[in-house]
Structures are given as structure tokens and as C-alpha cells.
């Protein structure tokens, strides 16, 4: 069966520092991967997405970006937090190819907060 | 970005039925409706998802308007487990990679 890792599950970091979150797919090959976030209260913003290796998209301008070294890897980093990047930070995978159903697969998610 | 128009919150009593609403008047022809769930402090999950007929899974109905401008979400009977916000998502195809757009949502409480 599939599984998603993501980690850390929290993490407090002072503005102006790095980030780095990584994300993990097993149990299929060639997915897609996403990053989303959600700010409190808030909906789910798509961030990237990636359709394979090194095949990054951003749908939003911002400070972070992500990378995706391996088939199964997707990283999130940003080089100086602001306060803004604060939130509910989610991947998720989906299988590769156009059907109907394309269901997304979310991973546990990890809780920013920038001080 | 979102396409979809829910209500912020709704009510419901345990064991009853409820129905949450989505109005997506822009949809266009290949747009899937979907919809998903998400529990606090959980990543969301899906429920089900239709084009144009009605559908039916273990979890939910799905009830998609003649003119597919709206859809509505029916769980047959409440539980307190159903408490989460329901995400309605316009399914946007591009190639082989799907981008789901989420909007607020619907914050769903189920009163005992």
C-alpha cells in the first residue's frame, strides 16, 4: 500500500532563518507530487507541483521554493522565513495520467510557525 | 482561483441527514466536481467525486444540477465523525497532472 511521509510534524523557526521540509512517497512510482499550505482558518493554498524529477511548478510568487531530487522525494525550502510563511503545510501525491477519479493522497502535514 | 462558492458553516444533528451546498457557475465542460473533507489538524481526504450523473460511494451522494452549475454533498446520516470542513474542487486537467484549487470550504458541526 501507498504511504506518504512528511516531516518534522512542528517546527518553530525565528524569521529570517532557512527552511527545509521534506516529503516522501512510497509504495508507487512516478507520481505527482504537491506542496500546499494553509494559513490559519484558511483554505488550502496549492504551491508547487511536479509531474517528475527536477519538473518543478510554483502557482504562486513567493520566498519558497521546492525541489523534487528523486522520484519519490519533494522538498520545500525557503533560504529566509518570513512571518507570512507561517502555517499547515501539506504534500500529497497523486497517481500520474489524466482519468476520472485522480484521487489526492495527503500526508500528514507540518505546522510552521515563524516567531 | 477556487471556482467554488460554499456556505462558510453549517449545522447539523447527529443522525440526520445534511446537505452542503457548492454553486461553480463557471464551470466549464471537462470539469470533474469533487469533493473532499478535512478533519482538524488532518490533511483532507476524499469523498467522491462526479461529472454529470449522480453518484453514490460508502461515504456520500453526490447530487450534480442539470446545468452542472451546482452540486450538492449529501451525508445520509450525520455521525460526530463527519465533523470537518468539506472542500468543493473543480478539477482543472491540464496534460496528465490534475491542479485542485480549494476555497475556505465548509465547516460542518455535528451537534449530538
Known amino acids: 500500500s501507498q504511504t506518504i511521509h512528511q516531516w518534522p510534524a512542528t517546527l518553530v523557526q525565528p524569521v529570517g532563518s532557512p527552511l527545509s521540509l521534506e516529503c516522501t512517497v512510497e509504495?508507487?512510482?512516478?507520481?505527482?507530487l504537491y506542496w500546499y499550505r494553509q494559513a490559519a482558518g484558511r483554505g488550502l493554498q496549492l504551491l508547487f507541483y511536479?509531474?517528475?524529477?527536477?519538473?518543478i511548478s510554483s502557482e504562486v510568487p513567493q520566498n519558497l521554493s521546492a525541489s523534487r531530487p528523486q522520484d519519490r522525494q519533494f522538498i520545500l525550502s525557503s533560504k529566509k522565513l518570513l512571518l507570512s510563511d507561517s502555517g499547515f503545510y501539506l504534500c500529497?501525491?497523486?497517481?500520474?495520467?489524466?482519468?476520472?477519479?485522480?484521487?489526492?493522497?495527503f500526508g500528514p502535514g507540518t505546522r510552521l510557525t515563524v516567531l | 482561483d477556487a471556482k467554488t462558492t460554499q456556505p462558510n458553516s453549517m449545522e447539523s444533528n447527529e443522525e440526520e441527514p445534511v446537505h452542503l451546498p457548492c454553486n461553480h457557475s463557471?464551470?466549464?465542460?471537462?470539469?470533474?466536481i469533487h469533493w473532499y473533507r478535512q478533519l482538524p489538524s488532518q490533511g483532507p481526504e476524499y469523498v467522491i467525486h462526479?461529472?454529470?450523473s449522480n453518484v453514490n460511494n460508502r461515504m456520500a451522494s453526490l447530487a450534480i444540477a442539470e446545468d452542472r452549475k451546482s452540486s450538492t454533498l449529501i451525508l445520509h446520516r450525520a455521525t460526530l465523525r463527519d465533523a470537518a470542513v468539506y472542500y468543493c474542487?473543480?478539477?482543472?486537467?491540464?496534460?496528465?497532472?490534475?491542479?485542485?484549487?480549494f476555497g475556505s470550504g465548509t465547516k460542518l458541526n455535528v451537534k449530538p
Open positions: 511536479s509531474v517528475g524529477i527536477g519538473q
Open positions: 462526479g461529472l454529470t
Open positions: 500529497a501525491w497523486s497517481v500520474r495520467g489524466v482519468s476520472s477519479y485522480n484521487e489526492q493522497f
Open positions: 474542487i473543480l478539477r482543472d486537467v491540464q496534460y496528465n497532472f490534475n491542479k485542485f484549487y
Open positions: 509504495g508507487t512510482s512516478n507520481p505527482n
Open positions: 463557471t464551470i466549464s465542460g471537462t470539469d470533474y
